[in-house]
């Protein structure tokens, strides 16, 4: 048993069962034993690979994107351009490197941020990007940054804010604890909280006793910060995770630990918790702003920014092993067997900006 686990354990014996919230909070950011306060879990070595490091041109083309951005809001002087839980900071990396080619004036007068909390992470990044040749300032959340247009990505940033899960008994959706059974080990039961019939999706009557819904205010929340500064300074953002479109009933909160999926109450701390993204969430709290927000699958996406064309541009110069690697990329960050359907990109920009965007029927 990890010494997180005991913890937790010793919590619910004392106070009893938490939510499924809490229970991710603690595990993932705990200032001394969490999983992202404490561990390096990116890339082969870590739990799991991210876009950018699968590939260069997935943080090549987030930066055509977000320079087309720049240009559709009337290139305006002095924005910043910020990361949101940036991991290893790979993706800004690419995205600087691209940048610098297509317009060094716009890096010249831009201003360049990471939104990170973990000490740990910003010493990394701190790493990837000494040599960048730009200056990078580290801040803990979007109300820090300077009042200036925003021009934001985020990476796999909102699977891992806490979510709640309600659990259907009879009529009724019960929030789902994280509890204690018979022996004393970590265990799902139901709560007494409900939640209200308003806030579930379509089909929740329908549901089998025992299925999940999942809902994660924190999540709009971190949307609603987001969009009321692009709102009020102007800007675009750029949202890429796995998820779906639509509101949905199912439970998606998974652990992942060395690459492979593990009990999600078996090692705390130790492993990446994460749920789905409900899409349809963060565009509505975008739109409760007055902004535009289009969505798609991370392949179309890729794809309409020009992903095969790069890589024919990348191989073009490579050998027959060197095109094979790039061909494997593609296939990992866009493919529908792979990255291309299961992840989801969400466009977010004051109304009437035109942004490339795959067309959605």
Known sequence: MTSLKQRISGLIAASGPISVSDYMAICLFDPEQGYYTTRQPFGAAGDFTTAPEVSQMFGELVAVWL???????????????????????????????????????????????????????????????????????????????APAPLFIVGNELFDAIPTRQFVKLGNAWHERLVGLDEPGEL??????????????????????????????????????????????????????????LSAGIGDTLQALRRHKYEDVLASPGEADLTSHVDFAALAAAARAHGLAAQTATQGAFLLAMGLLERAGNLGASADEAGREKIRSEVERIAGPDAMGELFKVLAVTPTGTKVPFPIVS
């Not at 009337?74 to 839980?85: D, F, K, M, T």
């Open 67 to 145: 320079y087309a951005a720049w240009q559709a809001a009337g290139r305006p002087a002095s924005p910043v351009l910020a990361e949101i839980g940036p991991g290893r900071g790979t993706l800004m990396k690419d995205m600087l490197r691209v940048l610098k080619r297509l317009d060094p004036a716009f890096i010249a007068g831009a201003s360049f941020a990471l939104i990170e909390t973990s000490p740990r992470l910003r010493e990394v990044q701190k790493a990837t990007l000494g040599q960048s040749g730009v200056e990078i300032t580290w801040h803990d959340s979007v109300a820090a940054l």
């Open 187 to 244: 265990a799902f039961v139901a709560g007494p909280a409900t939640i209200e019939p308003a806030l579930l999706p379509k089909g929740a009557a329908a549901a089998p006793e025992g299925a999940v819904f999942e809902f994660a205010p924190a999540r709009s929340a971190t949307m609603e910060q987001i969009g009321e500064r692009i709102a009020a300074s102007g800007g675009a953002g750029l949202f890429l995770d796995y998820g779906h």
